[in-house]
C-alpha cells in the first residue's frame, strides 16, 4: 500500500492505492478494540510539557505553516472502512480539532457530514459521544467548552 501526505478530511476522500491494482477510498474510520492509553488525558509533569508543546504546535499549524503529525498506519477493508492500528490518539484529536472549528465558526452541516463516519469500537460510550458529538452545538458563550 502507498504513503502520502493527506488532511483529515483527505482521508475520507483519498483513494489509497492496496497494492494489488485495486484502489479504495476509506468512507469511515474506526478506532478498535486494541490501543494504548490515551496519553494526553494523563496528568504527569511530563504529560503537561508533551501537551503544552503539542497545542502550541497544533495552535502554529492553524496560525502559521502547516505541520505532520506522524503517519497513521492500519487496514482499510472492502468496505472502506480505516482500522488504524497506530495514531488513533491523533485521529481522535483531529477529529475534535475539527468538529470545534466548524462549531465555532458556524460550518455547515453538509461540510460536516464526514465526522459521522468516525467512530469507537472499544467502548459504546466512546461510539454515543462521538455520534451526539457532531450533532451538538454548544454555546461558546460558557467559561469553559466542557461545561
Known amino acids: 500500500m502507498e504513503s502520502s501526505l493527506c488532511t483529515f478530511i483527505d482521508i475520507f476522500t483519498k483513494e489509497v492505492d492496496c497494492g494489488d491494482g485495486k484502489k479504495i477510498c476509506p468512507q469511515k474510520i474506526i478506532i478498535p478494540k486494541i490501543q494504548r492509553d490515551y496519553a494526553q488525558g494523563r496528568d504527569t509533569v511530563e504529560i503537561r510539557r508533551?501537551?503544552?508543546?503539542?497545542?502550541?504546535?497544533?495552535?502554529?499549524?492553524?496560525?502559521?505553516?502547516?505541520?505532520?503529525?506522524?503517519?497513521?498506519?492500519?487496514?482499510?477493508?472492502?468496505?472502506?472502512?480505516?482500522?488504524?492500528?497506530?495514531?488513533q490518539q491523533r485521529l481522535t484529536t483531529l477529529?475534535?480539532?475539527?468538529?470545534?472549528?466548524?462549531?465555532?465558526?458556524?460550518?455547515?452541516?453538509?461540510?460536516?457530514?464526514?465526522?459521522?463516519?468516525?467512530?469507537?469500537?472499544?467502548r459504546p460510550d466512546a461510539r454515543d459521544f462521538c455520534k451526539c458529538l457532531v450533532e451538538f452545538s454548544p454555546a461558546f458563550n460558557e467559561t469553559t467548552l466542557s461545561a
Open 50 to 87: 508533551v501537551r503544552s508543546r503539542f497545542l502550541d504546535t497544533l495552535y502554529k499549524a492553524v496560525t502559521e505553516n502547516p505541520v505532520t503529525l506522524d503517519f497513521i498506519y492500519g487496514d482499510i477493508d472492502a468496505a472502506g472502512i480505516l482500522t488504524p492500528l497506530d495514531g
Open 95 to 122: 477529529y475534535l480539532l475539527h468538529w470545534y472549528a466548524a462549531k465555532k465558526d458556524n460550518v455547515s452541516a453538509d461540510e460536516t457530514a464526514f465526522l459521522k463516519n468516525f467512530s469507537y469500537e472499544i
